[in-house]
């Protein structure tokens, strides 16, 4: 069974902007990866179909598969972990989440779904969100 890492996209506006910034880092052949400081304990139901939730202005609206845990150290000798993600950027049902530091773990059954090409994503975020809260996506 999987679980799945859900994290604020600090500084990042729209959904188009996340997927913007990513294109460029692919098209430099950097990979796609968050660091942060504390390693998932349950790192083997990550990497079993575990998928990173991002949330952007207060909904969480897309997902990435995680596809490998690293190890790092950053500029001042800290130890980080790595995470390394698919670089298929999914859209997602928005749901409104509050804010929190770090990640949390979020069970499958509680993630929000994905949009698949449905007609909702060519709604304006905040018009798909808002009809997301009311229950009419």
Known sequence: ??????????GIDQLDELAAWQKKRLAKGQRLEHWTRMTPKRAEELLSGGSLYWVIKGRIQARQKI???DQGVDSEGIPHCILVLDSKLVPVSPRPQRPFQGWR????EDAPPDLNGTKTQELPPELAAHLAELGLL
């Open 1 to 10: 069974m999987s679980v799945h890492l859900i994290k604020l996209c600090v």
């Open 67 to 69: 596809k490998a845990l």
């Open 105 to 108: 773990y979020l069970k499958a």
